[in-house]
């Protein structure tokens, strides 16, 4: 690029998953529906986590910090895309686009390592169950957790520091619904190689080193299940995890399906309609597995519904 095309930065352009006038009104109405679902979904699961006692576990000390990172994933994104169709608007200002990505990346990092810390619990529970209160005690669990925050936090601050040092031309559209990091890296005019170097090798490593804890944790979880000899008793103790195995599959599915298509194919527009799985499905349907899959969820669900009706 040459330097004449370099300006000064006040907004990009968010082209969203349609240009069609005719389809605004419905994506207006899909996604309020699909962020007000997962919005209460995830805050009922929360509220019914803590005023139930018995709910008061490691187990469900991560699965309500999960729900609140999910509440925080979506509402980066959803909100800004609803705001810009009803407004007719598609601008967002630099300070938005930057602010945007930092906290998707955050939020999307804590579901990360929440998710691989929730897989070590279920690993100590059935593979270790005596020493399950020692192991997961108040102090390691809350560190677990800080530990999972710092890292979001110090990964997304890297890349966000770095966006901030390139150069952008005059074309400033990004085809996609919000700020994704790799879209608006592919608009910078300056050089972009130490970003995609970082970008890909801190993908690599907090991708792999959780998914390697996820499978070597599910590797003895499995393990340990056939060596019960009931039919009975195993059901018991895999339907314990059922509920988290199905959302990590959900998770990194989508998220490694959005990936390889966008690798396969140059169409921006079918990755971030892709993506839309990952950012906003996959959260949605989070309190859905968990509450359907969970006989102490759906109790603590009655229990809070019964507070609420004696309330009003």
């Keep these: 690029m040459v330097p004449g095309n370099k300006t000064h930065i006040s907004d990009f352009i968010l082209l969203g998953l349609s240009e069609e006038a005719g389809m605004q009104p419905l994506l207006f109405v899909l996604f309020l529906s699909m962020y007000l ?9 929360i509220l019914t986590i803590i005023t139930d006692s018995h709910l008061h ?14 509440i925080c994933f979506t509402s980066t994104t959803v909100p800004k895309m609803l705001l810009n169709i009803q407004m007719q ?33 279920r690993f100590v529970a059935i593979c270790h169950p005596l020493h399950y209160r020692i192991i997961m005690n108040p102090r390691f669990c809350g560190l677990m957790l800080l530990t999972s925050w710092l890292l979001s ?20 559209e990004i085809t996609h619904f919000f700020c994704e990091l790799n879209q608006v890296v592919k608009l910078a005019c300056s050089d972009t190689f130490l970003n995609d170097l970082v970008m890909y090798f801190a993908t690599g490593l907090l991708g792999i080193i959780p998914l390697t804890g996820i499978f ?3 590797t003895k979880i499995v393990s340990s299940i056939l060596r019960i000899s009931s039919a009975g008793g195993k059901y018991k103790v895999f339907s314990t995890c059922g509920s988290h195995l199905s959302v990590i599959c959900l998770f990194y599915g989508t998220g490694l399906g959005v990936y390889l298509s966008s690798a396969a194919t140059p169409n921006s527009r079918a990755t971030a309609i892709a993506s ?16 359907l899959r969970n006989k102490d969820i759906k109790q ?13």
């Excluded at 603590?300 to 009003?312: D, M, N, P, T």
């Design 37 to 45: 679902v997962t919005f209460t979904g995830n805050l009922l699961i």
């Design 57 to 70: 576990t490691p187990m469900y000390f991560f699965l309500s910090n999960l729900s609140f990172a999910d």
């Design 89 to 121: 608007n598609k601008l967002i200002t630099y300070e938005e686009c930057i602010t945007q990505m930092y906290f998707f990346m955050v939020f999307g990092g804590l579901d990360n390592f929440l998710l691989t810390v929730m897989a070590y619990d």
């Design 153 to 172: 936090v110090l990964d997304s601050l890297i890349h966000g520091l770095m966006i901030l040092q390139l150069s952008f031309c005059t074309k400033l």
């Design 216 to 218: 070597l944790s599910y």
């Design 276 to 291: 839309v799985m990952y950012t906003v499905v996959t959260p949605m349907l989070n309190p859905f597995i968990y509450s």
């Design 300 to 312: 603590g669900l009655r229990k809070l519904f019964s507070l609420g009706i004696i309330f009003i």
